[in-house]
């Protein structure tokens, strides 16, 4: 790569305003007191000798324990332990440091004629340790508010005594004897800062720990070994491998296939922090890893894969080798993201299915703690869709992070420190020129790590022979921050510019930011350097990482900012020449980089290509974070997106996203914009549809007849030729009046919606009114034949064009069809075969939903444990993710299950649970439901005057919503509860409830009993 002449000057002049990095370091202040009153007595000339004498004395303390003087103040010291070089135990250094500095006043005491006293503080935190000053002087120090609270606690403490910060307490409790101090309150701090006053050093018990062959990890080579048995025999089986960093997690998955695989094919996939140039999507590299990287080819491969079902995945096989390189294969028009996304993924397991089916095959998932929502949610499917094949998963992830979203079937093996016997078989004789009780101390600080001691055997070997333990760092990250500092500068700067590009990277483009400044080491050889003491290693013939993630971060996190923004501004610079002929395929590379460069405005055309096509991926997360980012940049420079059409565009894509996402409040603000920017631009079908989204807004907030005026105004304001629009528009308003009850209105706006999309030829549109149509006829007609026959044209035509969310939903639909005709088993059959079919899919809310009608099935039949089951499955993970009508409906069928099981104190806490979270979330929808089931609470308590009064309530708020069931159950209730309570008037109900077997058996038996009670 060429470099660009403005950027080297760039770089230049950052490094030479202010070269420095951000570290952790262990201040120290110092202060001699009783010079004063010497200096009253004695000639200035024996003041001056006796002060050197005692600053020389206090420096060597310092200097004894590797630390940095970093000025000296009158009669002050102040010290650094972690700056310019870093060790693992710098807060321990700097505290012992300071017991010495005690000392040497002490023994000064011991002799002198006029005693003095030391006051000292010590604080731990994160400073900018740089050089500072004029070109004719300059010094190394640090700054920060770490600086500053040290400080004050050498002001604060007492003569002769040592005060430490909570930071410094923390870290070497217990290696010293210590008590706590009332909270001090301190210039510059709005709240008082604990402090603890350190008396004297407590020598820690000696104590082993771990690291290099491979060692000690037997059991969990069994588990995994196992699995692989399992897997080669023709079983399916998955397992994360959990541990902190370092702890040898990948090193233990690929030893187990070492032994135990048996040569299986292997599929990885990697995580990590920021989307690198060419990374894609898991199911992308699922399909380039299976079916190849030329996509031309590739697509024939995929379909020679998957034989007979090769058809049925042709639009998730195109969509793959698309995303695969877009350009040489054409891309299916799909209308809806969602369900491309769904396809894509279906494809994906397909084939991973079709290679199983073959040979088992081992399934590598790295860093799993670094997936995002996304990706979280396609394995999810992915690893149930396989369950059943030959494939081992193995994953490998840090504990801190959120497992839940994994399969229940997926097995966990946690991984903790190796023993010292372990420990010391990986030392070997690496160490033998060092003492044995240094070795002994060295191990026992280790904490068992075997990141940690492959890194602090390269340490050592790179110290002088037979060297202390007290010099070698014993955390990770103060390893590794202790092997930067001893870099040579040049090198030391390559290993920055590799970690501004992350994990992997092409070699050319970090070549390309090494040569921005003359150095006086060549690249090949700084790179050899870091590849031979393991910091980088090759990445196939033409990249390059870090071995471990971990070294990427503590890398970075040492960069000041001014040099990170210039050096993330060098990779968007070079990349666009890099890949330049793949701009807008790696999109989401120079949006992070010019975006943490600083440079909103150069970010934005990127942000805005990286987050339409995350918008179009359906991958919901990561086109929120891209297209706020482009809104930021478009209040900066409107003219980042001129085209006044791209900018309708990208108002209504970023409202969407928004939407989805659930920050109605911003979306509504976006939505606006895109009906101001119709108006000013004169674009009625911009200002339509701006309307039509606030309109949804305004229904998903309850807010019926606000969105109702709305979705009206909209169809008043679009043109006549945009018919799609239009179609939208009808069917959500027929939506409204579903929700109203008002049967009339809402049937015939979806008889609307359907005729326009019938002319549009929008199958999936059709599929969708068809749907809702069904639910009028079902849920407000209670025509269960004509609600079946929508529910089977809307499946037929959606599996027409391959939509199975549409299918799921259908089926779904054709449950609750069989639900009301009381045929239960017929209808929990068609709910599973629903729920297959949402496994494929992955779409969590549905499970829900069809979890919620399979436990009332259970109840209707008397199995009551089996609907609990469901339904406490559904309350305990589902509420989550259930719309608030679903989550009331738990807690209503939940109630209704407890009742059958004469538990009636659950039920009563139940249904108390279901009406304050109707309350909370403003539900006027399920009144019915509710105070129909608190009358059947009082009924079932024999008082039945105040059930009759529930019922008429049930009674009342159904007839208001139309809502036929509800309104004869609560009648017939009503009627039999008068009757009991003596009045004699239940000849005022009927037993209406038309082709719905259950319910006309119900309000026969309520009626039966009403005239048995007069």
């Known amino acids: 790569l060429s470099t660009p002449p403005e950027l080297r000057s760039k770089i230049e002049a950052a490094r030479a305003q202010l070269s420095g990095d951000r570290r952790e370091v262990a201040v120290l202040f110092a202060d001699l007191k009783g010079f004063t009153a010497m200096s009253e007595r004695l000639d200035p000339e024996e003041?001056?000798?006796?002060?050197?004498?005692?600053?020389?004395?206090?420096?060597?303390?310092?200097?004894?324990?590797?630390?940095?003087?970093?000025?000296?103040?009158?009669?002050?010291?102040?010290?650094?332990?972690?700056?310019?070089?870093?060790?693992?135990?710098?807060?321990?250094?700097a505290v012992l440091a300071g017991l010495a500095m005690l000392g040497v006043i002490v023994r000064h005491n011991e002799t002198a004629e006029i005693p003095l006293a030391i006051r000292v503080g010590i604080n731990l935190g994160e400073v900018v340790a740089a050089q500072l000053g004029s070109e004719m002087r300059q010094q190394y120090t640090v700054l920060g508010d770490a600086v500053n609270l040290a400080s004050r606690l050498e002001t604060a403490?007492?003569?002769?005594?040592?005060?430490?910060?909570?930071?410094?307490?923390?870290?070497?409790?217990d290696r010293f004897e210590g008590e706590e101090l009332p909270p001090l309150t301190v210039k510059g701090k709005a709240e008082p800062v604990r402090a603890f006053r350190i008396t004297k050093y407590r020598p820690p018990p000696a104590g082993p720990r771990s690291e290099t062959p491979f060692v000690g990890r037997e059991a969990e080579l069994e588990r995994i070994g196992a699995l692989l048995d399992r897997v080669r025999g023709g079983d399916g089986g998955a397992l994360?491998?959990?541990?902190?960093?370092?702890?040898?997690?990948?090193?233990?998955?690929?030893?187990?296939?070492?032994?135990?695989?048996?040569?299986?094919?292997?599929?990885?996939?990697?995580?990590?922090?920021?989307r690198l140039p060419g990374q894609r999507p898991p199911a992308v590299e699922i399909f380039r890893q299976i079916a190849g990287g030329d996509p031309s080819c590739a697509v024939d491969r995929a379909y020679e894969l998957l034989g007979e079902a090769a058809d049925e995945h042709r639009h998730g096989v195109g969509g793959l080798a698309w995303e695969s390189?877009?350009?040489?294969?054409?891309?299916?028009?799909?209308?809806?993201?969602?369900?491309?996304?769904?396809?894509?993924?279906?494809?994906?397991?397909?084939?991973?299915?079709?290679?199983?089916?073959?040979?088992?095959?081992?399934?590598?998932?790295?860093?799993?703690?670094?997936?995002?929502?996304?990706?979280?949610?396609?394995?999810?499917f992915l690893l149930t869709a396989v369950a059943d094949y030959p494939v081992a998963a193995l994953l490998t992830g840090r504990p801190a992070g959120d497992w839940s979203w994994l399969p229940t079937e997926v097995e966990r093996?946690?991984?903790?420190?190796?023993?010292?016997?372990?420990?010391?078989?990986?030392?070997?004789?690496?160490?033998?020129?060092?003492?044995?009780?240094?070795?002994?101390?060295?191990?026992?600080?280790?904490?068992?790590?075997?990141?940690?001691?492959?890194?602090?055997?390269?340490?050592?070997?790179?110290?002088?022979?037979?060297?202390?333990?007290?010099?070698?760092?014993?955390?990770?990250q103060g390893l590794m921050m202790s092997r930067i500092d001893r870099l040579p500068g040049p090198v030391q700067l390559l290993l920055q510019m590799a970690a501004v590009l992350g994990n992997r990277f092409p070699v050319a483009l970090l070549e390309g930011m090494y040569d921005l400044e003359a150095q006086a080491t060549g690249f090949g050889s700084a790179l050899g350097t870091l590849q031979i003491e393991g910091f980088l290693e090759a990445d196939g013939q033409a990249g390059c990482g870090f071995p471990h993630a971990l070294m990427q971060e503590v890398t970075y996190g040492g960069l000041l900012q001014r040099m990170r923004r210039v050096l993330h501004e060098s990779a968007a610079r070079l990349g666009e020449q890099h890949f330049a002929g793949s701009v807008e395929a790696e999109a989401p590379f120079f949006a992070h980089h010019w975006w943490y460069a600083g440079l909103p405005e150069a970010a934005g055309p990127h942000l805005w290509a990286a987050g339409r096509a995350s918008a179009a991926l359906y991958d919901l997360p990561t086109a929120e974070k891209y297209l706020r980012r482009a809104a930021e940049a478009l209040e900066i420079r409107a003219e980042i997106i001129a085209d006044p059409e791209e900018r309708a565009r990208f108002e209504e894509i970023l409202g969407t996203v928004l939407l989805q996402r659930g920050d109605l409040d911003t979306a509504e603000a976006r939505f606006r914009r895109l009906e101001e920017h119709g108006t000013t631009e004169g674009k009625k079908a911009w200002q339509a549809r701006g309307i039509e989204h606030q309109g949804r807004i305004a229904w998903y907030r309850g807010q019926l007849d606000e969105a109702k005026g709305l979705f009206e105004r909209g169809l008043s304001t679009l043109p006549e030729d945009e018919e799609r629009f239009a179609a939208d528009l009808h069917n959500d308003l027929g939506i409204v009046f579903y929700y109203r009850g008002q049967v009339e209105d809402a049937f015939a706006q979806h008889a609307q919606a359907l005729s326009l999309r019938e002319r549009l030829g929008d199958r999936l549109g059709m599929a969708k009114s068809l749907s809702n149509i069904g639910s009028v006829l079902l849920h407000l007609r209670n025509d269960l034949g004509g609600a079946e026959d929508h529910y089977r044209r809307a499946q037929q035509t959606a599996e027409a064009i391959g939509d199975r969310q549409m299918v799921y939903s259908a089926l779904h639909n054709l449950g609750l069809v069989a639900m009301e005709r009381g045929r239960w088993e017929e209808a929990i059959e068609t709910f599973k075969a629903a729920e297959r079919l949402q496994e494929d899919i992955g779409w969590s809310f549905a499970r829900y939903v069809t979890l919620q009608n399979r436990a009332w099935c259970e109840i209707m039949l008397g199995r009551i444990g089996h609907a609990l089951r469901h339904l406490n499955v559904c309350l305990e993970r589902g509420d989550e993710v259930l719309e608030p009508?679903?989550?009331?409906?738990?807690?209503?069928?939940l109630f209704d299950a407890y009742l059958r099981a004469h538990a009636d104190d659950r039920a009563r806490k139940i249904l108390s649970d279901a009406r304050r979270?109707?309350?909370?979330?403003?539900?006027?929808?399920?009144?019915?439901?509710?105070?129909?089931?608190?009358?059947?609470?009082?009924?079932?308590?024999?008082?039945?005057?105040?059930?009759?009064?529930?019922?008429?309530?049930?009674?009342?708020?159904?007839?208001?919503?139309?809502?036929?069931?509800?309104?004869?159950?609560?009648?017939?209730?009503?009627?039999r509860a008068e009757a009991r309570a003596g009045k004699r008037d239940a000849g005022r109900c009927d037993d209406s409830g038309g082709d719905n077997v259950p319910l006309v058996t119900l309000v026969r038996y309520l009626l039966a009993d009403a005239e048995a009670a007069e």
């Open 47 to 93: 003041v001056t000798l006796l002060m050197n004498v005692l600053l020389q004395a206090l420096a060597g303390a310092v200097y004894d324990y590797e630390g940095y003087v970093d000025k000296f103040i009158g009669d002050a010291i102040m010290a650094l332990f972690g700056a310019p070089l870093a060790h693992e135990n710098d807060p321990e250094r």
């Open 157 to 173: 403490a007492e003569p002769n005594t040592l005060l430490v910060s909570e930071s410094v307490y923390r870290r070497v409790a």
């Open 240 to 274: 994360l491998v959990e541990a902190p960093a370092g702890m040898g997690k990948s090193r233990l998955v690929r030893e187990a296939l070492m032994r135990r695989g048996g040569g299986l094919p292997e599929i990885e996939l990697a995580f990590s922090l920021i």
């Open 325 to 380: 390189e877009p350009g040489p294969v054409e891309r299916a028009e799909e209308a809806d993201p969602q369900a491309a996304r769904q396809n894509r993924w279906l494809a994906a397991a397909a084939l991973l299915e079709a290679v199983a089916r073959d040979r088992p095959v081992a399934l590598l998932v790295e860093n799993v703690h670094w997936a995002d929502e996304v990706a979280r949610e396609f394995l999810a």
């Open 413 to 476: 093996l946690s991984i903790g420190p190796l023993d010292a016997p372990a420990a010391e078989t990986m030392l070997g004789e690496s160490l033998d020129d060092m003492a044995p009780e240094d070795r002994r101390e060295l191990i026992g600080r280790s904490a068992g790590n075997p990141l940690y001691l492959e890194e602090l055997m390269r340490a050592l070997r790179a110290q002088p022979a037979g060297a202390a333990p007290r010099s070698v760092p014993g955390t990770v």
């Open 885 to 893: 009508v679903n989550r009331i409906t738990t807690r209503v069928y």
């Open 917 to 975: 979270l109707a309350k909370e979330l403003g539900d006027d929808e399920d009144e019915g439901e509710i105070s129909l089931r608190e009358g059947r609470l009082l009924a079932a308590g024999r008082s039945w005057e105040e059930a009759a009064r529930a019922f008429a309530a049930a009674e009342e708020a159904a007839q208001r919503l139309n809502q036929v069931t509800v309104l004869a159950t609560a009648r017939a209730h009503r009627c």
